[in-house]
């Protein structure tokens, strides 16, 4: 994965399709290309995006209403399909009408959906959207500079004397990628507390807050301690790239954690200005570390 990526957005045909789920991302990347004029077109995950999509060109898609998404691909000649934002829900099949269009795929949506792990059927989604015309895109091929390279650096000297922390993190959290669990790690005084699983970065810091609250961990608050975000080995990165936010760093503050490190390259950072300020007036450390995809020697 390269720390310094390129976007192919300008080399694109037709307008982008954004599926948008929650939190601030789908917004801060459809302020980009507006920017940018280039034509898109949000399609708002009902019960999940924000309300606010409703500024830009859009529409509202139910769990369910694959032929109609279909149709309005059609309708507005969208080939390349960026898929972005959280999805904190998992749909209830009881109320979930299906339209005729999902009917027809359900034997294949089933088919995905009994893959084993998150990339199994992830790459089933990828290869039913490609054999109905739509590519998927990454938001690397997009908007690049969300991704945090080797140039993101927020009070790098505080996470010096922290280098034997940090490398316990990168390994912790690439056994556990390894395991398709999760993308993080939390690591204190030489100690592994806690790592990422379905649950998702912030409810992993939140169970750091209760270790330290039942006395099971100690250290001077904000002096010790590190969150390491990474993608899983042989992720895609089409979806659900690691990203870190103002919630992030605030939660690590919470944690009574001195920082965090990215892997540069595979880690998005939205809403960079608020990160920025909440660093800086909480005296954390932000930084990428370039890491290895394996417990020995360098990629």
């Not at 789920?21 to 280039?38: F, N, T, V, Y």
Request: aromatic share 4%; glycine share 12%; hydrophobic share 45%.
């Amino acid at each position: 994965m390269s720390p310094e990526p390129k976007a192919m957005i300008a080399r694109l045909d037709g307008p982008v399709g954004i599926i948008a789920g929650g939190q601030s991302l789908p917004l801060e990347i459809a302020q980009k290309l507006r920017h940018q004029d280039k034509d898109y077109i949000l399609f708002g995950l009902a019960g999940e995006a924000d309300r606010a999509i409703e500024v830009h060109p859009h529409y509202w898609l139910k769990w369910g209403e694959i032929g109609r998404m279909f149709k309005l691909f059609e309708q507005h000649g969208i080939r390349h399909l960026l898929c972005i934002g959280s999805v904190t829900k998992r749909p209830d099949f009881k109320s979930i009408r299906l339209d005729l269009g999902a009917v027809k795929a359900l034997p294949e949506i089933l088919r995905i959906m009994s893959s084993g792990g998150d990339e199994g059927v992830l790459g089933g989604v990828a290869s039913f959207m490609e054999k109905r015309g739509i590519t998927l895109l990454s938001v690397p091929d997009v908007t690049p500079e969300l991704v945090i390279g080797d140039q993101f650096s927020l009070n790098p000297s505080l996470a010096e004397k922290l280098a034997g922390d940090i490398d316990l993190a990168a390994k912790a959290a690439l056994m556990v990628g390894q395991l398709d669990a999760g993308q993080g790690a939390v690591v204190a005084a030489g100690r592994i507390l806690a790592l990422e699983g379905p649950e998702g970065t912030d409810q992993m810091l939140a169970r750091v807050c209760e270790i330290r609250a039942q006395k099971r961990a100690r250290w001077a608050f904000g002096t010790q301690g590190v969150l390491l975000k990474r993608a899983r080995p042989g992720q895609d990165l089409r979806f659900d790239m690691p990203t870190i936010g103002p919630k992030t760093l605030q939660s690590v503050k919470a944690a009574g954690l001195a920082g965090l490190v990215c892997a540069q390259g595979e880690v998005l950072c939205a809403e960079h200005e608020k990160v920025q300020k909440i660093a800086e007036r909480e005296g954390l450390f932000v930084i990428a570390k370039s890491l290895t995809h394996s417990l020995e020697g360098k990629r």
